[in-house]
């Protein structure tokens, strides 16, 4: 095997090494034999410097009319569009999904870069008249400095760029610590900003841990934004950090999806998007469809197609175009997986299909396992409530859309879920009552479009969104402007 190749950080301009001197093994969770790269394992200094860089360099780049800073998101666009296959498959050797996956992965990084270039010529404020006579009022938006990202290794482009893109097309810059899994995929989009021309400091790469990079740059006053996506124990650590100087945050945390199936449903339509929802990537989706709720008139025909459909799908290393699953990330996630499964089992579900861990073969150097659904799942039971991040699915009956839309409720997340049935008015109730912050009529859990706003109510996020306008809201500070042309003192809300 050839040496790997050895990575390094993005800190003003330059690709440089960590002052620790330490490295990371970047390794194929497909087959842990294979390591795809050695990466910076910085530390506190490397990330103070990266974010003193991108201070020093705000205060030009914020000049730039944001028309031009528009222009090279596009030309991010492009160049995404020549290496896109490339990317995919690098992205698939480092985090196990499935090639059409990662092509996906890539695309939404492509139309996040084409969608905030047009943003260069929007960023919308608004003018509305004035109460007084010969004053003018305006709203418009401004960038607030240094925004720091932490990003997940299940979407490793994809998030990235929903950071990205907004705060640059805003005027802000940007310190980005990938997740220690994924580094390959940041660095891939970080190296393709560099070549569209993003001047030097406006983005910073630095990899490494949570502790010793995702600490300093959440806890740094110098940096004004921290957006971060993630588990939900992380995501209260920085809200922590950031509320004693209430600098910003933005959080998209876990999830616990719904697909509800009622009985007058296309019973192979939902089983279709159960399938891609359970177990598309690996259940590793923040969208992943983690519970059916099945009202009990069409029980048995949804079930026994489902059960049959998981048997079939073919589990192995994703750059085999016949495979439709691929590994775990990682054993610490598998192990999270295993243990769900003895959870289910004495919590008293019905396994009705997987619950192993695949070791034979090549199966032996990856993080594989078996599709697995469990039948007659109480709500209340953990594998109802709790995010498990991996190929398990629970199969919850009901007797009423209501009684549907109530258990779909009843978690301490609300990011997606979705109705399936051939009823307008039964649609537009779900729509209605469905507290979640992504629903989907006759589709599954996931395919959130980067145009409208993404995230979640109760514990899976903040109260705010990214993707879309709401993500321009993260990345800028509204400034109210009032301009008095009368040439006297006009007093609102006192002179008539
Ligand atoms: C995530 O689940 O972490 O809608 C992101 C989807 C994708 C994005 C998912 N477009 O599932």
């Known amino acids: ?118 943003e260069g010529r929007r960023q919308f404020g608004f003018t509305t008249p004035s109460e007084l006579p010969n004053k003018f009022q305006m709203s418009v938006r401004m960038p607030l400095g240094v925004c720091a990202m932490i990003t997940p290794w299940n979407f490793p482009m994809a998030i990235p760029s929903w950071k990205i893109m907004p705060a640059l097309v805003c005027g802000n810059t940007v310190v980005i610590k990938p997740a220690t899994d994924t580094p390959l995929s940041a660095y891939n989009l970080v190296k393709v900003c560099e070549e569209a021309g993003v001047p030097k400091g406006v983005i910073n790469l630095v990899t490494g841990s949570g502790s010793e990079v995702g600490l300093p740059l959440m806890s740094s006053k110098n940096v004004k934004v921290v957006s971060f996506t993630g588990s939900t124990e992380v995501g209260r650590k920085v809200s922590e950090a950031c509320a004693p100087d209430f600098r910003h945050v933005h959080l998209e945390m876990g999830g616990k999806n719904a697909i509800m199936v009622m009985d007058d449903a296309r019973i192979d339509l939902a089983v279709e998007g159960a399938l891609w929802g359970g177990f598309g990537t690996t259940g590793q989706r923040c969208t992943a469809t983690s519970r059916v709720i099945v009202h009990k008139k069409v029980m048995k025909e949804f079930t026994d197609k489902f059960v049959a459909a998981a048997k079939s799908l073919k589990i192995g290393n994703g750059l085999d175009p016949m495979v439709e699953m691929g590994p775990s990330i990682n054993e610490s996630q598998l192990k999270t997986v295993i243990e769900y499964v003895s959870i289910g089992k004495e919590e008293g579900a019905k396994l009705l299909c997987g619950g192993n861990r695949l070791t034979s073969g090549n199966y032996q150097y990856g993080f594989f396992h078996e599709p697995t659904i469990f039948g007659e799942v109480d709500p209340q039971m953990r594998i109802a409530k709790e995010e498990i991040f991996g190929p398990v699915v629970s199969i919850i009956p009901c007797d009423s859309l209501e009684q549907a839309i109530e258990i779909n409720n009843g978690t301490i997340y609300g990011l997606s879920s979705s109705v399936y049935t051939q009823d307008v008015n039964r649609a537009f109730v779900t729509m209605r009552d469905a507290y979640t912050g992504i629903f989907y009529v006759n589709s599954s859990t996931i395919g959130a479009e980067v145009h409208l706003p993404f995230g979640g109510t109760n514990q899976t996020g903040n109260g705010h969104r990214e993707a879309g306008i709401a993500g321009i809201d993260v990345f800028s500070e509204w400034k109210s402007i009032y301009v008095d042309f009368s040439g006297k003192l006009q007093k609102a809300q006192i002179d008539a």
């Open 1 to 118: 095997m050839p040496e790997p190749r050895i990575y390094k950080n993005y800190i003003n301009g330059e690709w440089v090494e960590s002052v620790s001197k330490r490295s990371f093994e970047n390794r194929n969770p497909a087959d842990s034999r294979e390591v795809l790269g050695i990466f910076q394992k910085s530390n506190q200094q490397d990330t103070e410097m990266a974010i003193g860089a991108a201070r020093e360099a705000f205060n030009k780049w914020r000049l730039v009319p944001a028309p031009k800073r528009g222009e090279i998101l596009f030309k991010i666009a492009e160049i995404l569009i020549k290496r896109k296959e490339d990317y995919a498959r690098q992205m698939t050797q480092e985090m196990g999904k499935v090639l059409k996956e990662t092509r996906g992965d890539v695309q939404e990084a492509i139309d996040m870069s084409y969608y905030m270039a047009g």
